[in-house]
């Protein structure tokens, strides 16, 4: 709910604001003239884009169907399901519109629309990731206190702080960025991009640039210090004790560390490249502006849906019902005929 009515406002935001300049379209000139293999590239993404979809739509369909699941880490991987879902709704339809039209152009109000969403949609990762690693903290170092402490009413609270944390700063930041003139309307990308968009500008940005920089130090650090400060702890504990539950309960971690390198990496790659011209392929660059918002949502669900032994039963025991049902529905069908 909060997010739709941000969206909405949002939106009218960036149509009010489009007095403010005469340019209302943006040309995406990443997009190069493959020919017939266009519908290659497509192909290959169409079906990136039904794996990501079927991935975490499975995994939060398990989480909620299965009980044993409704746990506090459980319900944090779903919420990071959800935000996969959402990033990939912002990237995936204008790059497959795009890459098979022959006009790369992008209303301006669409364009901030899809900063807004690809934009929150790094802030929440980075939010729901530092709150995974928080449950696993109290978890493996306050296991007796762990289920008075990490209640469901808790649960829910963390979990819109993170959708608030995430949205207000970058709402902030398109209200002013919108209120700038823009005197060109090129961008070297294959979606919008606020920091390139803010350099169209014919008009002073210190202001924008400053606070822009001042908000994505914030909306980073704060989750990466949780994060640190929490297996800093955890590895303390473990090495410490040599208590079995602990050491077992650390492989839990895994996972989740190896979504936050994979993430920040790219999220890195990402904004450096985009800030500084790095003499690099064409392709290279594509690949690296787009890698963030692509590998972590398939890589997520299916590496903890491998990894945690609750999910990876629960998940044989979600598709043992579904051939039985099948089964027993091929067998109803049957016998109507066989009548």
Not at 87 to 108: K, R, V
Not at 163 to 176: E, G, I, N, Q
Request: hydrophobic share 45%.
């Amino acid at each position: 709910m909060c997010l739709c009515i941000t969206c909405i406002l949002l939106y009218v935001l960036c149509k009010n604001m489009q007095n403010s300049t005469q340019i209302s379209f943006v040309i995406l000139t990443a997009y190069t003239d493959v020919g017939h293999v266009k519908y290659f590239y497509f192909t290959i993404l169409l079906a990136l884009y039904v794996c990501i979809i079927f991935a975490n739509v499975l995994l939060i369909t398990i989480i909620y169907m299965d009980r044993a699941l409704h746990e506090p880490m459980y319900l944090f991987l779903c919420s990071l399901c959800v935000n996969e879902l959402y990033g990939s709704i912002g990237l995936f339809p204008c790059l497959l519109t795009n890459l098979i039209s022959n006009n790369h152009e992008i209303h301006l109000t669409y364009c901030y629309l899809q900063i807004y969403c690809l934009y929150t949609y790094g802030a929440f990762e980075f939010c729901n990731l530092a709150i995974m690693s928080y449950d696993r903290y109290l978890s493996i170092c306050y296991p007796l206190q762990y289920n008075n402490i990490m209640t469901l009413n808790r649960v829910c609270f963390l979990i819109v702080f993170a959708w608030l944390f995430s949205f207000s700063p970058v709402v902030v930041t398109l209200s002013l960025s919108a209120h700038l003139r823009l005197c060109g309307n090129i961008m070297e990308k294959v979606w919008c991009d606020n920091f390139l968009l803010v350099r169209q500008s014919c008009t002073d940005t210190t202001v924008v640039n400053m606070y822009g920089l001042s908000m994505t130090v914030f909306a980073i650090a704060v989750p990466l210090v949780l994060i640190l400060y929490s297996y800093i702890r955890i590895f303390k504990i473990t090495l410490r004790s040599s208590n079995g539950p602990n050491k077992k309960s650390l492989n839990t971690c895994v996972p989740h560390i190896v979504s936050l390198l994979n993430f920040s990496i790219g999220c890195s790659f990402e904004i450096f490249q985009s800030r500084v011209k790095l003499n690099m392929p064409p392709t290279l660059r594509i690949i690296i502006s787009v890698y963030f918002l692509m590998i972590p949502p398939l890589v997520n669900p299916i590496m903890f849906g491998l990894k945690l032994t609750k999910i990876r039963d629960a998940s044989k025991k979600f598709f043992q019902q579904v051939i039985l049902l099948k089964f027993r529905a091929c067998t109803i069908t049957d016998n109507m005929y066989a009548k």
